[in-house]
């Protein structure tokens, strides 16, 4: 049987960084998933990530105390994590440990981007 890797890609969509996981985040590919995470998001003023979930095929305690942290830190730099295309069953996971809540998560990629808008300067189309 062939170890799952964890593949890890990244784009720019204006003012986001879209980050997009495919595969396990498990004790062979944690350390994978924390350095790309931390190099997107350390030295940046205010970065905001979304992160693509659709093809995460599992997270495990590690990894989701890892977005917790992220979370917390990126409040500090004055920046924003969306997370985007989360499983049911992921989800679940992250509702039982409270995180459903604290977590910005969405159905969408559109959804998730817009809301860094939502969350910035006042867009350009309100008042007149």
């Known amino acids: 049987m062939s170890r799952a890797e964890l593949d890890v890609y990244t784009e720019e969509q204006g003012s986001v960084i879209v980050v997009t996981l495919a595969g396990p985040v498990d004790s062979a590919t944690f350390e994978k998933f924390k350095g790309e995470l931390t190099r997107l998001s350390v ?3 205010a970065p905001n990530l979304a992160i693509d979930c659709k093809q995460l ?3 495990n305690s590690k990894g989701i105390g890892l977005l917790a942290s992220l979370h917390r830190q990126m409040m500090i730099q004055m920046g924003n994590i969306a997370l985007f295309g989360v499983s049911a069953r992921i ?5 039982l440990l409270g995180l459903g809540k604290r977590l910005r998560i969405f159905d969408t990629r559109e959804e998730a981007i817009a809301s860094f808008e939502q969350h910035g300067e006042t867009p ?3 008042e007149a």
Do not use: R
């Not at 989800?91 to 509702?95: P, Q, R």
């Open 91 to 95: 989800l679940k996971t992250l509702e």
């Open 57 to 59: 095929s599992y997270i």
């Open 124 to 126: 350009a189309d309100g």
């Open 43 to 45: 030295g940046q003023p």
